[in-house]
T-cell receptor
Framework: GESVGLHLPTLSVQEGDNSIINCAYS??????FIWYKQESGKGPQFIID?????DKRQGQRVTVLLNKTVKHLSLQIAATQPGDSAVYFC?????????????FGKGTLLTVNP | GAGVSQSPRYKVAKRGQDVALRCDPI?????LFWYQQALGQGPEFLTY????????KSGLPSDRFFAERPEGSVSTLKIQRTQQEDSAVYLC????????????????FGSGTRLTVV
């Protein structure tokens, strides 16, 4: 079926380390993949997105990698800080008639230890 | 305003009560979306407006759920005869243009309304 899921529900890292959050998807028709950060009591906050015709995109301290062969998406956070502690969701967007709709995975809770 | 504003932040309703949740999108944003987020889950799409037109309501769980945006700005999500399974955070998002034109950086979520049905 169509789904976006995550390999690990929780991830704990030391401050200053790099973090890698993974996501698997099953729908080959997805055109965009987006990473969101959600802090407690807040809505999802956009981090970075990547189109399906790319395999890597970099932002400030973050890198998203897309492997279409194995339908895998990852978010790398460099020099993780306590303020990065949150739930991270990957989401996908399918091209076509309902291209405004996002399908989210279940999320990974990232905890950064000082 | 600077962001998407939702009210109330918290709502406790007795089973069977009707509730109305409000969303003030970013000024000028044409597209408006409602999502439902159950505890420990990712948000799930409910409905989409372009200006005042509700173009997609395929995600609304039942006919007890109703959304409107009569003047193309503020939107209200109404849930009639609330049930315990309606307990969730209801998120509103808005976008100046219809994604994915320009990507999803401008698809902005509010902080949500946490609805608890007792």
């Amino acid at each position: 079926g169509e789904s976006v899921g995550l390999h690990l529900p929780t991830l704990s890292v030391q401050e200053g380390d790099n973090s890698i959050i993974n996501c698997a998807y099953s729908n080959s028709a997805s055109d965009y993949f987006i990473w969101y950060k959600q802090e407690s009591g807040k809505g999802p906050q956009f981090i970075i997105d990547i189109r399906s015709n790319m395999d890597k995109r970099q932002g400030q301290r973050v890198t998203v990698l897309l492997n279409k062969t194995v339908k895998h998406l990852s978010l790398q956070i460099a020099a993780t800080q306590p303020g990065d502690s949150a739930v991270y969701f990957c989401a996908e967007n399918k091209s076509g008639g309902s291209n405004y709709k996002l399908t989210f995975g279940k999320g990974t809770l990232l905890t950064v230890n000082p | 305003g600077a962001g998407v504003s939702q009210s109330p932040r918290y709502k406790v309703a007795k089973r069977g009560q009707d509730v109305a949740l409000r969303c003030d999108p970013i000024s000028g944003h044409v597209s408006l979306f409602w999502y439902q987020q159950a505890l420990g889950q990712g948000p799930e799409f409910l409905t989409y407006f372009q200006n005042e037109a509700q173009l997609d309501k395929s995600g609304l769980p039942s006919d007890r759920f109703f959304a409107e945006r009569p003047e193309g700005s503020v939107s209200t999500l109404k849930i009639q005869r609330t049930q315990q399974e309606d307990s969730a955070v209801y998120l509103c998002a808005s976008s100046l243009v219809l994604p994915p034109l320009g990507g999803f950086g401008g698809y902005t979520f509010g902080s949500g309304t946490r609805l608890t049905v007792v």
